[in-house]
T-cell receptor, first 114, second 112 residues
Framework: EADIYQTPRYLVIGTGKKITLECSQT?????MYWYQQDPGMELHLIHY???????EKGDLSSESTVSRIRTEHFPLTLESARPSHTSQYLC?????????????FGPGTRLTVL | GNSVTQMEGPVTLSEEAFLTINCTYT??????LFWYVQYPGEGLQLLLK?????DKGSNKGFEATYRKETTSFHLEKGSVQVSDSAVYFC???????????FGQGTTLQVKP
């Protein structure tokens, strides 16, 4: 069983609010990822990190930002939420050294911006 | 660029029916291939994987074979159960970057 956690699981918030989605893993994985999952279920990589102080933009442009100050923690922040940010956000992690590089996923945060 | 294409859903089957979900890919080099499953309200779980041509991944009665000649990784199960109802994602791991590229997902509904 994967030890990767996301909070909150559900968030409904008004336009213009600043929000932070939390993601933590206890597996000591170096790599962490954020995906945005649209209503059609397709997954888009929006941020990833290879380790502490490393952050990269993913394949889908996003107005969110991320930080990686500790290995186990990879929060995602939206400075000013908008209805277009309404989506499911999935966090994942993987071991740099693993031959399969399997990604373990958290349960997701479903964000609704009114 | 690299990409994964899955058959469109939803796929609706009766219990004990045979399942095939098609997946084809376009990639540089020889990527590792994966099937992930997402149950309602949950994150993705790795279902099975294969790292080289002709490898067969299997788990929980599901299996998929890495076919380099047809660039495919079709998911099959001989007898589905209601509990298999979920969204299934095919994915490849990019050789150069290690990133996962996902297909669009296929919803499976199994009726009793």
């Amino acid at each position: 069983e994967a030890d990767i956690y996301q909070t909150p699981r559900y968030l409904v918030i008004g336009t213009g609010k600043k929000i932070t989605l939390e993601c933590s893993q206890t597996m000591g994985h170096d790599k962490m990822y954020w995906y945005q999952q649209d209503p059609g279920m397709e997954l888009h990589l929006i941020h990833y990190s290879y380790g502490v102080n490393s952050t990269e933009k993913g394949d889908l442009s996003s107005e969110s930002t991320v930080s990686r100050i500790r290995t186990e923690h990879f929060p995602l922040t939206l400075e000013s939420a908008r209805p277009s940010h309404t989506s499911q956000y999935l966090c994942a992690s993987s071991d740099l050294s693993g031959s399969y590089n399997e990604q373990f996923f958290g349960p997701g945060t479903r964000l609704t911006v009114l | 660029g690299n990409s994964v294409t899955q058959m469109e859903g939803p796929v609706t089957l009766s219990e004990e029916a045979f399942l095939t979900i098609n997946c084809t890919y376009t990639a540089t080099g020889y990527p590792s291939l994966f099937w992930y499953v997402q149950y309602p309200g949950e994150g993705l779980q790795l279902l099975l994987k294969a790292t080289k041509a002709d490898d067969k991944g299997s788990n929980k009665g599901f299996e998929a074979t890495y076919r380099k000649e047809t660039t495919s990784f079709h998911l099959e199960k001989g007898s589905v159960q209601v509990s298999d109802s979920a969204v299934y994602f095919c994915a490849l791991r990019e050789v150069n970057t290690g990133k996962l590229i996902f297909g669009q997902g296929t919803t499976l509904q199994v009726k009793p």
